[in-house]
């Protein structure tokens, strides 16, 4: 069965520094995988994500992620966090070639301090 | 630009009771997804609709949780003899393609006292 597991619930980074969220998944075949970002009082938002080519992956506010098939990881990163970037994280895995069925992970808080 | 709206963005109801919670998809996306958030948890699938039709209600936990989309726009998502387990925040998302990306509403917070 597909699984998401982001190992991290909360992470404190200090602004300006550099940061990374991981995620695991457990999925049969290629996946199809996502980052949102959930801050309060807004829907979630897509950050990126990965279908096929490039492991490495650019999306919005500066965030990269790179698929790791070797490790099932898809870890998202950025080199200098913003205060506006205090949120929480989703990883998310949906099935290639159909409709939005996504798996989310549990979610990482990220706070930032000053 | 109108995003996904939904409503009520609270509702606080009793035990046993009826709901019925309201999404308005973006114009002209004819993807609509019903997902449920429980506290300290990542969202999860509950039904994703094609047009008017649900192609996929298999996340929908019993047979006391149902979707209709008449139109093929709007959305309610109903529940029957609502049960404590049932709070939860349940998120909307509309998407113009069928593997396109989901654009999330808000959500309806229920909480089932």
């Known amino acids: 069965a597909q699984s998401v597991t982001q190992p991290d619930i909360h992470i404190t980074v200090s602004e300006g520094a550099s940061l990374e969220l991981r995620c695991n998944y457990s999925?049969?075949?290629?996946?199809?995988l996502f980052w949102y970002v959930q801050s309060p009082g807004q829907g979630l938002q897509l950050l990126l994500k990965?279908?096929?080519?490039?492991?490495l992956v650019q999306g919005i506010k500066g965030f990269e992620a790179e698929f790791k098939r070797s490790q099932s990881s898809f870890n998202l990163r950025k080199p200098s966090v913003h205060w506006s970037d205090a949120a929480e994280y989703f990883c998310?895995?949906?099935?290639?070639?159909?409709?939005?069925?996504?798996?989310f992970g549990a979610g990482t808080r990220l706070a930032v301090h000053p | 630009g109108a995003g996904v709206s939904q409503t009520p963005s609270n509702k606080v109801t009793e035990k046993g009771k009826y709901v019925e919670l309201r999404c308005d998809p973006i114009?002209?996306?004819?993807?609509l997804y019903w997902y449920r958030q429980s506290l300290g948890q990542g969202p999860e699938f509950l039904i994703y609709?094609?047009?008017?039709?649900?192609?996929?209600d298999s996340g929908l936990p019993n047979d006391r949780f149902f979707a209709v989309r008449p139109e093929g726009s709007v959305s309610t998502l109903k529940i029957q003899r609502t049960e404590r387990g049932d709070s939860a925040v349940y998120l909307c998302?509309?998407?113009?393609?069928?593997?396109?990306?989901?654009?999330f509403g808000e959500g309806s917070r229920l909480t089932v006292l």
């Open positions: 998302a509309s998407s113009l393609l069928v593997d396109g990306e989901l654009f």
């Open positions: 999925y049969g075949a290629t996946p199809y």
């Open positions: 990965y279908f096929s080519g490039d492991t």
């Open positions: 998310a895995v949906g099935r290639g070639g159909g409709y939005n069925k996504l798996i």
């Open positions: 114009s002209g996306h004819t993807a």
């Open positions: 609709f094609q047009g008017t039709g649900a192609a996929d």
